[in-house]
């Protein structure tokens, strides 16, 4: 079917104010996107790399007590008490009277 036959774009040009209309539009939002970026000057690479490396000793640390088998696996026995805890809750919610 043809465009007029369903009245999509009655009266409108069949594509060219459009793609004008959508390369200004695009022209605009990348002038206004570089002129935002290089109106704040970078932050210094030494400071930006700290910065990550303190988010990624957050992370590894997260991840130690959220693990703690695997924090003990690596050598790392500050979560071992966790670990000990959560496997002793779990030996008191089961059974005690067990048949083999």
């Known amino acids: 079917m043809y465009r007029r036959e369903l009245g999509i774009g009655a009266g409108l040009p069949a594509g060219s104010a459009f793609q004008h209309m959508r390369s200004t539009t695009l022209t605009a939002l990348l002038v206004f996107c570089s002129l935002g970026a290089a109106a704040k000057a ?53 059974p005690s009277t067990r048949t083999f």
């Open 42 to 94: 970078p932050e210094p690479v030494a400071s930006r790399i700290t910065a990550q490396n303190a988010l990624f000793e957050e992370q590894y640390q997260s991840d130690l007590k959220r693990h703690p088998e695997r924090a003990t696996a690596i050598g790392d026995y500050r979560t071992i008490s966790s670990m000990i805890t959560r496997r002793l809750r779990f030996s008191s919610s089961m």
